[in-house]
């Protein structure tokens, strides 16, 4: 089966490599369709077409955009994208827009638990400003001793209920799917198991997402356990979704699962590439 990586992150939003070192990983691990699904923004989309190019690899434009559906933050990826889009670029753009002072809020929140200079700190890991994070806080964390790994700032700080968590509304569960569709993309659900959603809930969000015109969900991600490819396998079939892939690679030192390093899609899957 072809190896598609369809979810990854460069310095342009959360991640630690550039676009075009992305590119050169993807092609050493043996991936052979790529795209890279930067937050909210599609700055990085020429130079990893370039450095695609450059190697011979196969390149889908992708975003992934962050929606607030019934109170909960959700991940929607658009694959296939056309990044010149003036209405998804403008989306995007007013999705964005309230990171900075969020940014703020949560050193503000950050300094009441005694941690200083969060902000700034934040602001150095940050290689596009526009995006700045909680990837951002957490690396900050980690150089400050706060807590050993990012992924462990993440139990204590950052999160619902802990110190530097600050609730915000992103953009629409609509507004997303329209803005990918209408820049000739797919939609895709994010790492469904990542939500704290009752199954309810769940079906509830799949039901929203299929009547805004979104086809696809993520079975086999970084973001999963195997346990999660079954029953989210289950999910696609009984929903009539298409099967998505991708490691959700942030960088090296930081990552679950590397560019292309996951298993296979379930063969009876209908993969949102089939027709590319
Ligand atoms: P933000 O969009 O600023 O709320 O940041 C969300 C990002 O934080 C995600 O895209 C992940 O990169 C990261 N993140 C969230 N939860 C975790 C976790 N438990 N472990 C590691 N990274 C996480
Ligand atoms: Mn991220
Ligand atoms: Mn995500
Ligand atoms: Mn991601």
Not at 95 to 112: K, M
Request: hydrophobic share 40%; with cysteine; glycine share 12%.
């Amino acid at each position: 089966m072809l190896n598609a990586d369809l979810h990854c992150h460069s310095i342009v939003s959360d991640g630690t490599l550039t676009p075009a070192a992305l590119a050169q990983r993807a092609k050493a691990n043996g991936v052979d369709l790529w795209a890279l699904t930067d937050h909210d923004e599609l700055d990085g989309i020429a130079e990893a077409r370039r450095a695609a190019d450059a190697v011979g690899l196969r390149f889908i434009a992708g975003v992934e955009i962050s929606i607030t559906w019934s109170g909960k933050t959700v991940h929607i990826v658009g694959l296939g994208v056309d990044e010149h889009n003036p209405e998804l670029r403008a989306g995007l753009a007013s999705v964005r827009g309230g990171r900075e002072s969020r940014g703020r809020e949560i050193a503000e929140d950050l300094a009441r638990a005694g941690i200083h200079g969060a902000f700034e700190g934040a602001m150095q890991h940050a290689g596009n400003p526009e995006m700045l994070g909680r990837t951002h806080f957490a690396r900050f964390l980690v150089e400050s001793g706060v807590r050993p790994t990012v992924a462990d700032v993440f139990k204590h700080y950052l999160v619902e209920g802990k110190p530097g968590f600050v609730p915000h509304r992103w953009g629409a569960l609509e507004q997303a799917v329209g803005w990918i569709r209408g820049a000739g993309g797919r939609a895709v659900i994010a790492h469904p198991a990542r939500y704290a959603l009752t199954e309810l809930q769940r079906d509830a969000l799949i039901d929203a997402f299929k009547e805004s015109g979104g086809e696809g969900i993520e079975v086999v991600t970084g973001s999963h356990t195997p346990e999660e490819y079954d029953s989210f396998a289950r999910v696609a079939r009984r929903a009539g979704l298409l099967a998505s892939r991708g490691s959700d690679f942030h960088g090296v030192t930081e990552s679950g699962a590397d560019l292309g390093s996951l298993p296979p899609l379930p063969s009876d899957l209908k993969p949102v590439w089939h027709d590319w």
